[in-house]
């Protein structure tokens, strides 16, 4: 039996710069960071032919063509499995929520099944990235695999001249990964979305060039000053510059926000919060929120508007083997 452990992300700057509308032309850009919320994928080898699925749903197929779950059934043909495997995934946090959770799972069941089989890759992100992007033709970016798989805070770019992705994971002192861990407050909307759908509209509005396109230059810009403004020390420049990344994400699709979030947002800034965002491709899921003091009077004002915080902490590692038996 394999299990494997791997963590979900938040972006913190340059968030959609790595779509391949964007990123094949202009080259993208995002400083993320993992979290202490994990993805566990269950991998064992049963006596009979079978493919078991648990998940939300449970399958049972004599045949990987007969499998509902798309990633499941294509990481399996890709690794050339087609019978006697059982495989469980739970997770720390609802999918759809936009912390990258189908890229966890991508890259901790390709991380389970090359220990399963001895099999030593270099590239764990690159695989889950050819999945998703070109077998399945997700209109996926890059970030959620690479994060995924490397954990840390990370740049991540990818090199037009090489057509490759590269990575820079940045240690910073842990008395400012404290400040940001403690100023950065995540909650909860009890909402999820399709984030294919919309990444696909993102995609289009960037290939049409209707304003989108200028709007995602300077939210790489922001993103890069981000990672410096925290390499400084200067915290409370993320949260200025947070809020700026939000407005100019709001522009780039409709679907972005709703007017729901866009009050919550407003609530936020009126009582301490210096900026934020919805993580992912946005629409649902979980509020950022840069609040630099009175943290847990803030807490309890947002929950009063009906959602709920999560306490976390910053994860160092990337996806990994935990048992092996």
Same mark, same amino acid.
């Given at each position: 039996m394999i299990v494997t452990k791997t963590p979900f992300r938040i972006t913190l700057g340059g968030g959609g710069t790595d779509l391949p509308s964007y990123a094949n032309t202009y080259g993208g850009y995002v400083f993320a960071v993992t979290i202490n919320k994990y993805m566990y994928i269950v991998l064992n080898e049963p006596f009979d032919d079978l493919i078991r699925l648990k998940y939300s749903k449970s399958e049972t197929v004599d045949n990987i063509d007969?499998?509902?779950?798309?990633?499941?059934?294509?990481?399996?043909?890709?690794?050339?499995?087609?019978?006697?495997?059982?495989?469980? #995934?739970?997770?720390?946090?609802?999918?759809?929520?936009?912390?990258?959770?189908? #890229?966890?799972?991508?890259?901790?069941?390709?991380?389970?099944?090359?220990?399963?089989?001895?099999?030593?890759?270099?590239?764990?992100?690159?695989?889950? !990235?050819?999945?998703?992007?070109?077998?399945?033709?997700?209109?996926?970016?890059?970030?959620?695999?690479?994060?995924?798989a490397l954990g840390g805070f990370q740049e991540l770019r990818n090199n037009l001249k090489y057509n490759e992705i590269t990575n820079t994971k940045i240690v910073f002192p842990q008395a400012i990964v404290s400040e940001l861990n403690r100023n950065l407050l995540m909650f909860y909307t009890y909402t999820k979305h399709n984030s294919n759908v919309i990444l696909t509209e993102e995609n289009k509005q960037v290939s049409q060039n209707n304003g989108a396109l200028e709007n995602l230059h300077e939210i790489k810009h922001i993103g890069m000053k981000i990672k410096d403004a925290v390499w400084n020390g200067d915290l409370d420049?993320?949260?200025?510059?947070?809020?700026? !990344?939000?407005?100019?994400?709001?522009?780039?699709? #409709?679907?972005?926000?709703?007017?729901?979030?866009?009050?919550?947002?407003?609530?936020?800034?009126?009582?301490?919060?210096?900026?934020?965002?919805?993580?992912? #491709?946005?629409?649902?899921?979980?509020?950022?929120?840069?609040?630099?003091?009175? !943290? !847990?009077a803030f807490i309890t004002k947002m929950e009063a508007q009906g959602i709920k915080h999560m306490t976390y902490s910053f994860e160092s590692l990337g996806s990994r083997v935990i048992i092996d038996i």
């Open positions: 007969k499998l509902d779950h798309a990633i499941a059934r294509e990481v399996l043909r890709y690794t050339g499995i087609d019978k006697k495997i059982d495989i469980v #995934s739970l997770a720390d946090i609802p999918a759809g929520t936009g912390l990258g959770s189908s #890229s966890c799972y991508t890259v901790g069941l390709l991380n389970a099944i090359y220990a399963l089989r001895r099999i030593t890759t270099k590239n764990v992100a690159q695989s889950a !990235h050819y999945v998703e992007a070109d077998i399945l033709k997700y209109p996926v970016g890059y970030q959620d695999q690479y994060m995924a420049m993320v949260g200025v510059l947070m809020d700026h !990344h939000w407005n100019c994400k709001k522009k780039i699709t #409709s679907q972005m926000t709703t007017s729901r979030f866009d009050e919550i947002y407003d609530f936020a800034k009126k009582h301490g919060a210096l900026g934020g965002k919805i993580t992912g #491709s946005g629409g649902a899921g979980f509020f950022i929120f840069y609040v630099n003091k009175d !943290h !847990h």
